[in-house]
């Protein structure tokens, strides 16, 4: 029996409403009608709204208290995908693949933390991953680790030699994926595609998408109110509702710069008569604020930051329409093993959602968990001064069909634990939430909090239940 060949294609910051099937002022006519032909969920939840976390929670299937990636990895602090660590990619390539990693990695150490001169030139948080167990059974790697310079961003690919790209970085990573799917003609293939727009800079993207969208014409939802709008990772915020709507403008541009090349890949793949042997998945690594709740950026608890896309088309197994059912990071890497009926090493935490995707129906117990931890040296910083576990930071969080549920201990030492519940059927845009020192005040707030207690207790966040 023929293998099925597997493409993920990720975004990076790619909230789950920026998409034209469900917010028609943002232009996608090639994902849009990629979804009429496809699974998808609108209950898929990121198990860390911050980039390095989720990635290795991606790859592993297991949670950031396992992977130890608790934020991003970050100059001064030695956050990094453990080279033992059992990874879909390493499984893959043992079951006859050829494996491929293009774009942003964001899971090894900055090289600057060992080295103030690098070979390869690595800058900030930068670094080039070489050849070997680190690229964890990636035959074909062609990425850089965080960059953020879009219009002229650089790779690596087997020497430390820095290699430009000349054109938009989704355009140019989207040519190398056609190329790699084109010389794997002898073996099924596994590609992950790592955009990384619309992540900031939102001005990082070519004037041709972002004109498609005018100021005054951008529609924010209720919860966008004010004139100042943080950010929740120490980063630079916005500063004025102008400000702002320039950048809604280029940040839904880099979304349809996206389709573009999402169609691209598509019409390769039905000119090569791979597309209906090439289970496809399309999502993100968290979502983006744009203004809601005073935000700009992720890392909270809000749909905006943990919502993101999902989209999953293999038509011999998958149907297709809408099932809301609750998915989170780990449940990607078992979930697309089951489909490909592979077997799932005992590492795994996540959950094999394939049976309920191919029937149509959802788990007696739906639910979804994100958490946050420290994500930026100013924080950690704060906890070292202190002599505290910084693993103890953030917050937690349930989501049900009805409810979500969150204990806050903050990201500073000492911080006051919340406690907040959102009536997801009272209050969709989570603007007047339960808020108190003591759940035990509520009776649904109990009940979540003993179910959520029950889940840290299973993943092993111990630390937070201290």
């Known amino acids: 029996m023929q293998k099925p060949n597997l493409l993920v294609v990720f975004a990076d910051q790619w909230r789950g409403t920026a998409v034209g099937f469900r917010d028609e002022q943002v232009l996608t006519p090639n994902i849009d009608k990629f979804a009429e032909t496809s699974f998808y969920t609108e209950e898929a939840v990121t198990g860390c709204p911050l980039c390095s976390p989720y990635r290795g929670e991606l790859l592993t299937g297991r949670h950031t208290a396992f992977t130890g990636i608790f934020g991003n990895c970050m100059t001064g602090y030695n956050f990094a995908l453990a080279e033992d660590e059992i990874c879909i990619s390493d499984i893959l390539k043992k079951e006859g693949y050829r494996t491929g990693y293009i ?10 933390n060992s080295c103030v001169n690098p070979l390869s030139g690595a800058e900030g948080w930068d670094a080039y991953t070489p050849p070997g167990r680190r690229r964890h059974g990636f035959d074909y790697w062609y990425a850089y680790n965080a960059s953020n310079n879009h219009l002229h961003q650089h790779y690596w690919h087997n020497t430390a030699e820095k290699l430009y790209a000349s054109e938009w970085s989704p355009i140019h990573e989207t040519g190398k994926a056609i190329d790699f799917i084109e010389k794997s003609s002898n ?10 727009p619309p992540h900031p800079p939102f001005s990082e993207v070519p004037k041709e998408y972002s004109s498609l969208y005018k100021e005054e014409k951008i529609r924010f939802c209720q919860n966008v109110q004010g004139s100042r709008f943080d950010n929740q990772t120490g980063e630079l915020g916005i500063q004025s509702e102008k400000e702002l709507r320039e950048a809604a403008c280029q940040y839904f541009g880099a979304v349809s710069g996206l389709d573009e090349q999402f169609g691209r890949l598509l019409d390769y793949l039905k000119k090569k008569e791979l597309l209906d042997n090439t289970i496809i998945l399309l999502t993100a690594d968290h979502g983006e604020h744009l203004g809601s709740h005073g935000y700009v950026g992720k890392h909270t608890w809000f749909e905006e930051s943990i919502g993101i896309p999902f989209i999953l088309r293999y038509p011999s197994k998958v149907p297709q329409g809408k099932n809301n059912i609750f998915i989170q ?19 795994v935490q996540g ?6 995707i191919e029937n149509g129906t959802r788990p007696e117990q739906d639910r979804a968990f994100s958490s946050a931890y420290v994500s930026r040296d100013i924080f950690l910083e704060a906890y070292k001064n202190t002599g505290k576990d910084f693993r103890k ?8 069909p009805e409810y979500k549920y969150v ?12 406690h907040w519940l959102y009536s997801r059927e009272n209050d969709p845009y989570e603007m007047t939430p339960l808020i108190t020192n003591d759940f035990k005040e509520n009776e649904v707030m109990k009940k979540l909090h003993e179910e959520l207690w029950a889940h840290l207790i299973e993943i092993g966040d111990m630390i937070y239940l201290s």
């Open 103 to 112: 774009g942003k990695w964001h899971l090894d150490m900055p090289e600057r």
């Open 329 to 347: 990071t780990v449940d990607i890497f078992p979930t697309l093993f089951g489909i490909m009926g592979i077997a799932i090493p005992d590492t």
């Open 187 to 196: 073996a099924p293939f596994a590609l992950f595609l790592s955009w990384n």
């Open 351 to 356: 959950r094999d959602l394939s049976k309920y």
């Open 393 to 400: 930071s953030g917050w937690r969080c349930i989501k049900t």
């Open 407 to 418: 204990i806050e201990k903050g990201y500073m030492p000492n911080c006051q634990v919340r």
